[in-house]
Structures are given as structure tokens and as C-alpha cells.
């Protein structure tokens, strides 16, 4: 593996760091107290090509590589932690399933303009009794003839309040275990399907999230993505891709902390000197630097992997799991080092804490990455 980024991914860098600093920054912390969708943001990275990354041209994507997509997620959410998991649920668990599992009908009109970003997706997995133990799910989808009927609640649905489309799974065979749940794609208009209010969230507060209900939605044959008992299979193979995102945007929000921190301390004197000159201070920008590095390199080689076409779900569950778990380190740290001012929100960083938090939790709590990592281990 090159650890260089080549032309083309360093362009898609500079472009994003910049649409970053001029459109999101400056707005990131009104988003945040006002709990606002970021509408024009998120149509400007349609317009960028940045909904639909590796998807390829033809199917309304930018056609780039996985390691170009890491890249796009980690400037937007420097920006802006929000409007990165909206653009990340799009590309990674909504697009990138239909492209892999969907039929030439199914591309055509789910894919097509969501990849273009005229149209918004979501990703329904979780339910209020089942989230880590996904394959405990109580939504089901009853066969009718040439139709399912679809019963069930799923909630915390990242771009569900938005959603023109939602990947659901459901239940349609209890006795065959995993191998009995099937994915749809369920259209925001059908009857039936309401949601909830948003959730009032700790951060990434750009992004909304809310409770999605399916009260008998009556679902077309043709509405299941991959073959009827595939779903379980069809969720963990887009979670492996959904968690290099969510790398990338924890590794954004600290290397957004980071920056403010080291702005910050070359800034602020104490004791007749910029607190730069403490070797405390040395130490804690030191750490920070090098745990961000390393979490770009996890970050980087399941990218990578993906664009081989190698396996890469214990590589991706580390890099989820490292990148997180520093991104809360990094983010407690930039506090520390601006001090009383880093927990008021006249400085971002105490916004960046908060955005770390969900990183830990959603595509797999730490714990779920600990366990696919081991069983990966154990395996050989
Ligand atoms: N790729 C392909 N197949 C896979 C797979 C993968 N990555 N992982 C598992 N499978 C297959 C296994 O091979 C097995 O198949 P066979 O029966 O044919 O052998 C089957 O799936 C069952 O595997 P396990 O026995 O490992 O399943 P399990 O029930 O023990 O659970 C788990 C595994 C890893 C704990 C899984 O349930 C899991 O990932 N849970 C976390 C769910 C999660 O991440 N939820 C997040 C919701 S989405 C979200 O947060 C979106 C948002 O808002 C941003």
C-alpha cells in the first residue's frame, strides 16, 4: 500500500478543506445551538459530488475511489461533525448497498438521485430493544402474494427526518435466525410509515435524527434489496464500509480540536510566557498530534482495502474503534488546553467534545468493534 495520496485524492482534500473553511466552519456553532439541517450546505456537496463518492459516474456518483471518500469525510467533518454523518449515511449506508446489492431497476431509481444528491437517504437497523444485537430485531415483513407487509418501529435514524427513502430491515423468516431478515427500500411517501419529532441530541446537532414507524406498509416484491433472508448479510457488509466514515469523521472532529488548541496556545500567556512553552502544553498538542496520525493510517488502509476488493471488517472496526476512542481523547485535551474558555461556547471545542461522543457509539458501539476484532483474531 502507497501511503501517499495520489493527485486526484489530494485535489478531492484541498476542495473539501476549503468548501470546509468558507461554507461550514463559519456556520457549524448556529447549526449546532439551533439544532438546524444544514439544507444549502448539503446541496453544495451534491453539486461537489460528494453524496454519492464512489459511486460511479454513471449511477449519478463522482466515480472516485473509497480512500478519496475517507479523505472528503474527514475535511467535511473538520467543518462541520454534523453535515458529515448526513453525507456519510448517504454515501456509505444507503448508496453503497443499492450499487452492491441492487437490481438494474432499483439502481435506476434509488440510486441514480441519491448519488446525485437530489434525493436523501437513511439506513433503519436499530429498533428501541435492539441495537447492538441486531439480529434481535422486532420489525417484520410479512409475504403476501407478490407483496410483504411491513410492521415495526426502528428509532435514533440518522437522516430520517429528512429521508426520501429508507433502507429497512425486517424480520420475514423468525425460525431461520439470521438467515430470516430481508432489507426494503421504503419510500417516505408510502402509507402507513410516520415519524417521530427529531431527537434532542447531546452533539452533531446539524444532523437530524428521529423514531420511524411502519403501521401495515404494503411493499412491492420488487422494493427487497438482495434475495429474501439476505439482509442480515446485506447490513453487516454496508456497516463495514458505514464504519470507515464514521473513522473518518472522528478523525475531522479532533483534527478540528486540535488545530483551535494549537491555535489557542500560541495565542494565551501565563506566568509571562505563551503557554507553548510549557512542557505540559508540548506534551498534550505532542499526543494529540501523533494519535491522529495514527488513526489516519487505519483510517487510510481499510479505505484501501475496500478499493482491492479485500475483506476489511476487523480493519474497519479498528479504525472505528481507535479513531473514536482518540477523537474523545483528543477533544477532552483541547479543553484542557484552552482551559476555562474551552467550556463555553464562545470557543468550538467544547461543540467538537460533544460531536466525539455519538463516533463511539453509533455503526457499532466500541464494544461491538472489540468483539469483531476478536473474533477476527481468533479466527486465524
Ligand atoms: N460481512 C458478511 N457477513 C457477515 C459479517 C460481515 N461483516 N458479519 C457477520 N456476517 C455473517 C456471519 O458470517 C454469519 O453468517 P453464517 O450464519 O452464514 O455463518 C452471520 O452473519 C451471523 O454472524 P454472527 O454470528 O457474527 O452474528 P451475531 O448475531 O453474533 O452479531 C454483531 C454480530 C457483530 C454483534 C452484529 O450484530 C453487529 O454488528 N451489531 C452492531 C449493529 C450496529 O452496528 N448497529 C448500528 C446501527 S446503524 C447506525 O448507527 C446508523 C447511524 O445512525 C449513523
Known amino acids: 500500500m502507497d501511503i501517499q495520496l495520489t ?55 463522482a466515480g472516485m475511489d473509497n480512500v478519496s471518500y475517507a479523505v472528503a469525510m474527514e475535511e467535511i467533518s473538520r467543518g462541520c461533525a454534523g453535515t458529515g454523518v448526513i453525507m456519510s449515511v448517504n454515501n456509505s449506508l444507503y448508496c453503497d448497498p443499492i450499487h452492491k446489492f441492487g437490481t438494474e431497476e432499483q439502481k435506476r431509481d434509488f440510486l441514480v438521485p441519491f448519488a446525485r444528491g437530489e434525493r436523501l437517504g437513511a439506513f433503519a437497523l436499530t429498533e428501541p430493544t435492539s441495537g447492538s444485537d441486531a439480529a434481535e430485531m422486532r420489525t417484520v415483513a410479512v409475504k403476501k402474494g407478490n407483496e410483504y407487509v411491513l410492521n415495526g ?16 430491515f425486517a424480520v420475514t423468516d423468525r425460525s431461520k435466525g439470521h438467515k430470516g431478515t430481508s432489507a426494503f427500500l421504503v419510500p417516505g411517501s408510502v402509507k402507513g410509515f410516520t415519524r417521530s419529532k427529531a431527537d434532542e441530541k447531546v452533539g452533531i446537532r446539524a444532523s437530524g435524527s428521529c423514531t420511524l414507524f411502519f403501521e401495515d406498509v404494503v411493499l412491492p416484491e420488487r422494493f427487497r434489496l438482495g434475495g429474501e433472508g439476505e439482509g442480515f448479510k446485506v447490513a453487516m457488509q454496508t456497516l463495514d464500509g458505514g464504519r470507515i466514515g464514521i473513522a473518518a469523521q472522528a478523525l475531522g472532529i479532533a483534527q478540528a480540536a486540535y488545530e483551535e488548541a494549537v491555535a489557542y496556545a500560541k495565542e494565551r500567556k501565563a506566568f509571562g510566557q505563551p503557554i507553548t512553552q510549557f512542557q505540559a502544553i508540548q506534551f498534550m498538542l505532542a499526543d494529540m498530534a501523533t494519535e491522529i496520525e495514527a488513526a489516519r493510517l487505519l483510517v487510510w488502509r481499510a479505505a484501501w ?49 460533544r460531536d466525539s ?24
Request: net charge neutral; with cysteine.
Open 153 to 168: 418501529t426502528k428509532n435514533f435514524i440518522t437522516n430520517g427526518p429528512q429521508a426520501d427513502v429508507v433502507l429497512v
Open 7 to 61: 493527485d486526484e485524492q489530494r485535489q478531492v482534500r484541498e476542495l473539501c478543506r476549503q468548501f470546509a473553511d468558507s461554507e461550514l466552519r463559519p456556520n457549524a456553532r448556529r447549526w449546532d445551538l439551533d439544532h438546524q439541517f444544514p439544507a444549502d450546505a448539503v446541496k453544495k456537496l451534491a453539486e461537489m459530488g460528494l453524496m454519492g463518492v464512489a459511486i460511479p459516474a454513471e449511477l449519478g456518483g
Open 305 to 353: 482495502m475496500k478499493d482491492k476488493g479485500i475483506r476489511h471488517s476487523a480493519e474497519s472496526a479498528m479504525a472505528k474503534l481507535y479513531a473514536s476512542e482518540m477523537c474523545e481523547r483528543v477533544t477532552s485535551k483541547a479543553i484542557q488546553v484552552h482551559g476555562g474558555y474551552g467550556y463555553v461556547k464562545e470557543y468550538d471545542v467544547e461543540r467538537h467534545w
Open 357 to 380: 461522543r455519538i463516533t463511539e457509539i453509533y455503526e457499532g458501539t466500541s464494544e461491538i468493534q472489540r468483539l469483531v476484532i476478536a473474533a477476527n483474531v481468533l479466527k486465524g
